[in-house]
Structures are given as structure tokens and as C-alpha cells.
């Protein structure tokens, strides 16, 4: 079963709307990392932003914002006024304690693919 | 600052062949990760290795095998090569600690591998 579910195959949009990317997870664990991940058309894996278990808080960066819902167990991204320059495929990705030895490896959601239209 | 770094950035082989792939970690990063992405797919974990010892195994098969040497780096050997293996290979690093406490890791820009 999908840990990470980004339900959004692609969207669409056009420069300067705003676009909120989603990302559900599933884990039993009360310790766990949240992450999000940028693969422009140039193919590198950009890290945006890491979020503990215990750290609700939303956070701000720039154009870009994370809401962290655990009722939900969601972890939605947020750009603001797009740009073209945005579009690239994104990834959710969920870091639990594997093994008896503890530790953490991203597995990764199926991705959502931005494309913003000039 | 300084990235991970990956090579060969591509990489054409036939069937059969074997390949090796390497990777340099971001420099004081004892810890490497491999990740596989198909066409149109999201990253699937291979191996990790923390200071020169496996530390965790993916969805890996057989047919590679990857060590990490003194210096860090990491390299992926692969045999017996099949189409099914073309995909973008990523390198990842990160600080010994973050294997447990989980700072993120960083990725090189991958290698794309083509089986012909």
C-alpha cells in the first residue's frame, strides 16, 4: 500500500494563480519526518522543506507554504503566485524508523506534475 | 557550497553489460543513499551505507551490489544489465546522525542509465 499518497497526477495552471499541491500519509509511528522535494525538467531532486511529527506549525517560505495537518495526516504545499519557473514534477515524501536499527529512509509519493503556463 | 556529485551524468549499455555508477558525497557526509527512478515514477530506495557498512537495504536486486570506500564515495555496480533497469539512478548524502535523526538528505542530479 501507498505510504504517501499525492493524489494529483498533474495540474495545470496559469502564472500567477496560486496552486496547492497535496500530499496524504499513512504511518503508525509517533515519530516521523514529512518532506518535499522539487525535480525540475533538468531531472535533480531539489529539498524544499522537512517537517517532524511534533512540529505543527505551518511555515513560510517566500512564495511557498506548508500546512502540516495530523487529524488529517496531511502535509499540503502552497506556491503563491506562481511562475514558469515552477514548473517541475513535486514529491511528498514520509521518513518512519525502519528495522531494529532505527533508521530513517524517504520513501517517496507517485509525484505531481506543475505545469505553469506564461 | 558543494553538492553531491554523481557520474556519469548518462549512460548507454546493451543487455548483458555491466555498468558502475559513482557518487561523491557532500564533503563531512558520512552517509550515502541510492535511489532508482523509473520513467514517469517516484524514487525507489536501493541501499544505504553509513561510514563504509551497509546500513539499510531496499528494493535492490541481486544482480547489483554498491560499497562505500574511505573516502565516502559510493559506487553501484550493476551486471547482467536488462531494459527494465533504464532509469535515472540517484545518489544521496547526509550526516552520520541524520541516518536516526533524520536531517534531510541531499541529492545529486543522477544518472541516466539506458539499456539498450
Known amino acids: 500500500a501507498q505510504k504517501v499518497t499525492q493524489a494529483q497526477t498533474e495540474i495545470s495552471v496559469v502564472e500567477k494563480e496560486d496552486v496547492t499541491l497535496d500530499c496524504v500519509y499513512e504511518t503508525r509511528d509517533t515519530t516521523y519526518y514529512l518532506f518535499w522535494y522539487k525535480q525540475p525538467p533538468s531531472g535533480e531532486l531539489v529539498f524544499l522543506i522537512r517537517?517532524?511529527?511534533?512540529?505543527?506549525q505551518n511555515e513560510i517560505s517566500g512564495r511557498y507554504s506548508w500546512n502540516f495537518q495530523k487529524s488529517t495526516s496531511s502535509f499540503n504545499f502552497t506556491i503563491t503566485a506562481s511562475q514558469v519557473v515552477d514548473s517541475a514534477v513535486y514529491f511528498c515524501a514520509l521518513s518512519e524508523a525502519r528495522g531494529s536499527g532505527g533508521s530513517y529512509i524517504p520513501t517517496f509519493g507517485r509525484g505531481t506534475s506543475l505545469i505553469v503556463h506564461p | 557550497a558543494a553538492g553531491v556529485i554523481q557520474s556519469p551524468r548518462h549512460l548507454i549499455k546493451e543487455k548483458r553489460e555491466t555498468a558502475t555508477l559513482k557518487c561523491y558525497p557532500i564533503?563531512?557526509?558520512?552517509?550515502v543513499y541510492w535511489y532508482q527512478q523509473g520513467p514517469g515514477q517516484d524514487p525507489q530506495f536501493l541501499i544505504s551505507?553509513?561510514?563504509?557498512?551497509?546500513?539499510d537495504k531496499g528494493s535492490i536486486p541481486d544482480r547489483f551490489s554498491a560499497q562505500q570506500f574511505s573516502d565516502y564515495h559510493s559506487e553501484l555496480n550493476m551486471s547482467s544489465l536488462e531494459l527494465g533497469d533504464s532509469a535515472l539512478y540517484f545518489c544521496?548524502?547526509?550526516?552520520?546522525?541524520?541516518?536516526?535523526?533524520?536531517?534531510?538528505?541531499?541529492f545529486g542530479n543522477g544518472t541516466r542509465l539506458t539499456v539498450t
Open positions: 517537517r517532524n511529527s511534533f512540529d505543527e
Open positions: 544521496a548524502s547526509s550526516l552520520g546522525t541524520a541516518q536516526f535523526y533524520n536531517s534531510p538528505l541531499h
Open positions: 564533503p563531512r557526509h558520512d552517509t
Open positions: 551505507f553509513y561510514e563504509k557498512m551497509q546500513s
